[in-house]
Antibody
């Protein structure tokens, strides 16, 4: 069974940092690109960042470029998101998401970890 | 920049047909995926590649895509279909995914 379990969320002050982790199991992790998608409370989905299977291709939304860094450790079946210089508008539920190899849609989602940026 | 436009809400009576649109410039040239998100749950894909259904998704869910509009159609709507629905494409110039703003489906 495919499982994606996020951790690392919490309450943080503006300007501070936080590191999210996603533990993957039930599939061959290094076969898949992995992404982070976030959802502010009561709002819609927003893509944050994505990384290819071998970390050779990385992308960021304009809203987080220069502040967030995505990475992965295939030996540990883990995905990470280092978030620096956090802003109020980064408050959201952050989902770890697997991208289907063939079709490109997001076929598995974690349950999310909540990040709240507030003073 | 490319924008996907969805109606904020759609209401339909049980047993009827719901149509949720996703508008974008020449969206017919792109592949559209549709996700269903029920309260407190993560999204689940219900349609991919415009009109394909993943295993486990009822045949009542179908999709189409042409011109400037993609459409998710839910036939014989049930109370359990009440959810938020999001369309998604891959923005060709940046290879980044883009989501529509979402549509709340209410079953009357």
């Amino acid at each position: 069974e495919v499982q994606l379990v996020e951790s690392g969320g919490g309450l943080v002050q503006p300007g501070r940092s936080l590191r999210l982790s996603c533990a993957a199991s039930g599939f061959t992790f290094d076969d898949h690109a992995m992404h982070w998608v976030r959802q502010p409370p009561g709002k819609g989905l927003e893509w944050v960042s994505g990384i290819s299977w071998n970390s050779g291709d990385i992308g960021y939304a304009d809203s987080v470029k220069g502040r967030f860094t995505i990475s992965r450790d295939n030996a540990k079946n883990s995905l990470y998101l280092q978030m620096n210089s956090l802003r109020d508008e980064d408050t959201a539920l952050y989902y770890c998401v697997r991208k289907d190899i063939v079709t490109g849609y997001y076929d598995y989602w974690g349950q999310g970890t909540l990040v709240t940026v507030s003073s | 920049s490319y924008v996907l436009t969805q109606p904020p809400s759609v209401s339909v009576a049980p047993g009827k047909t719901a149509r949720i649109t996703c508008g974008g410039n020449n969206i017919g040239s792109k592949s559209v995926h549709w996700y269903q998100q029920k309260p407190g749950q993560a999204p689940v894909v219900v349609i991919y590649y415009d009109s394909d259904r993943p295993s486990g998704i009822p045949e009542r869910f179908s999709g189409s895509n042409s011109g400037n509009t993609a459409t998710l159609t839910i036939s014989r709507v049930e109370a359990g279909d009440e959810a938020d629905y999001y369309c998604q494409v891959w923005h060709s110039s940046s290879d980044h995914p883009l989501f529509g703003g979402g549509t709340k489906l209410t079953v009357l």
